[in-house]
């Protein structure tokens, strides 16, 4: 699907508030409201809107612990790397994870009630015997920007 500069401000709108309300997205829009609906209903429909969901305040319901997590496989067949991604995806703890070049495999986002927690994580993970060569752990201590909107920048837009 070609995106064009209304497009771009429907979801750089959207992605902001996602309950902006019909006529004030129509507005930013710079639409009358069902032109603009047709047009987020499109960008649903070919998948660039990924979903809707609620953005929780986590500190505020209970304590929890953020670590970055560097693994690097002991093999690097397309069967080992298929394996570790298939249990990764299956832990509800690990709430992110990319694979990267460079002197890693992955890079994984954990959140764990506590330390201990997480060292059971990564206690069980390598009992699983999932491929893990070596793993190096990064505490959170702060943070300070996390799952912000995409810049439109990127698309073209000021």
């Known amino acids: 699907m070609k995106l064009d500069a ?7 709108a959207v992605q ?10 129509a507005e930013v829009a ?7 609906w047709l047009r987020l209903r499109k960008l649903e429909q070919a998948g660039i809107i990924a979903g809707w969901h609620a953005r929780l305040a986590p ?17 690097h067949r397309q069967a080992d790397f298929e394996r570790f991604e298939r249990a990764v995806m299956e832990m509800e703890s690990v709430v992110a994870c990319w694979s990267v070049g ?8 954990v959140v764990a009630q506590d330390i201990d927690a997480y060292q059971r994580l990564i ?3 390598l009992a699983a015997e999932i491929g ?7 505490i959170v201590t702060k943070t300070l920007k996390e799952d ?7 698309f073209g837009v000021k």
């Open 30 to 36: 710079g639409l009358s409201p069902t032109p603009c």
């Open 102 to 109: 460079g002197g890693v495999d992955y890079f994984l986002k």
């Open 148 to 154: 912000e909107p995409l810049p439109m920048a990127l």
């Open 123 to 125: 206690d069980g993970m």
């Open 132 to 138: 893990i060569d070596r793993y190096f752990t990064y």
């Open 59 to 75: 500190r505020r319901v209970a304590p929890f612990t953020t670590v970055l997590v560097e693994v690097a496989l002991a093999n």
């Open 16 to 25: 902001r508030d996602g309950r902006i309300t019909k006529l004030k997205l």
């Open 6 to 12: 209304i497009d771009l401000r429907i979801l750089q």
